[in-house]
């Protein structure tokens, strides 16, 4: 990663996945952020002005729709990049991504230790 500290903020509510992707970032570089429960999510994220929120989609009782909506819809949010980090098929996470202007997607089922790399294609 060259330039500037990048800053990426993971919403996830799966504790170990969270640490790694953080431990991953962080010794790449980044600034890491995280949230573990989807209250709060968007009052964070307005907040702490990620470039990147890597976000779990399936967390229980993560209005993923309404979530990704306001981001698109706030004016503050406009150059934020949105990875989908879910454990799903990655053609349903690609269907997502295109329905709803999401930049990206990463499947759990991937090799964890390329989402730096991931995200750094992103700048």
Same mark, same amino acid.
């Given at each position: &990663?060259?330039?500037? =500290?990048?800053? !990426? &903020?993971?919403?996830?509510?799966?504790?170990?996945?969270?640490?790694?992707?953080?431990?991953? /970032? %962080?010794?790449?570089?980044?600034? !890491?952020? =995280?949230? +573990?429960?989807?209250?709060?999510?968007?009052? =964070?994220?307005?907040?702490?002005?990620?470039? %990147? @929120?890597?976000?779990?989609?399936? &967390?229980?009782?993560?209005?993923?729709?309404?979530?990704?909506?306001?981001?698109?819809? +706030?004016?503050?949010?406009?150059? /934020?990049? !949105?990875?989908?980090?879910?454990? &799903?098929? #990655?053609?349903?996470?690609? =269907?997502?991504?295109? #329905?709803?202007?999401?930049?990206?997607? *990463?499947?759990?089922?991937?090799?964890?230790?390329? @989402?730096?790399? *991931?995200?750094?294609? *992103? *700048?």
């Amino acid at each position: &990663m060259s330039g500037e =500290k990048r800053k !990426v &903020m993971i919403v996830d509510d799966n504790i170990i996945n969270l640490m790694i992707a953080e431990e991953l /970032l %962080v010794n790449h570089g980044y600034d !890491v952020v =995280k949230i +573990s429960a989807p209250h709060g999510c968007v009052a =964070k994220l307005d907040y702490e002005q990620p470039d %990147v @929120l890597l976000i779990d989609i399936t &967390m229980p009782r993560l209005p993923a729709d309404d979530v990704i909506e306001a981001i698109r819809n +706030s004016p503050d949010h406009e150059d /934020l990049i !949105v990875v989908l980090y879910a454990d &799903m098929e #990655a053609e349903a996470l690609e =269907k997502i991504c295109h #329905a709803k202007d999401i930049n990206g997607y *990463f499947c759990k089922s991937m090799d964890v230790t390329r @989402l730096p790399e *991931f995200i750094d294609r *992103f *700048f």
